[in-house]
């Protein structure tokens, strides 16, 4: 025949006090900064090339700056945001 086992369970070493504070360090919020900073200068470049005569062509549309450099900028922007919210610094470290 099976035999049972109680089990005692104590309330409190199950539950840690709540932690209190910011998600996000010091480190992080200037790298989100950054990274936004980044965005609105790569969308700026990208942005612009219109014409005032819908039947005027301006070839300004096909720069290096719009089609290449400009959404490289922004992916790099964005790569910062993603850094930015996965970076955790280190333990010993109170900022």
């Known amino acids: ?3 049972s086992k109680s089990v ?7 539950q840690d006090k709540p932690v209190t504070g910011f998600v ?8 989100l900064i950054i990274g936004l900073a980044v965005l609105f200068v790569g969308f700026l470049l990208m942005s612009g090339g219109g ?14 700056t719009r089609v290449t450099l400009a959404p490289v900028i922004v992916l ?4 910062i945001e993603g ?5 955790r610094p280190k333990a010993g470290k109170n900022e």
């Open 8 to 14: 005692k369970s104590d309330k409190s070493e199950g």
């Open 1 to 3: 025949m099976a035999t």
């Open 83 to 87: 850094v930015a919210i996965m970076y």
């Open 51 to 64: 014409s005032d005569d819908p039947n005027q062509f301006d070839s300004s549309i096909f720069s290096f």
């Open 24 to 31: 996000f360090s010091r480190m992080n919020y200037r790298l």
């Open 76 to 79: 790099i922007g964005f790569i």
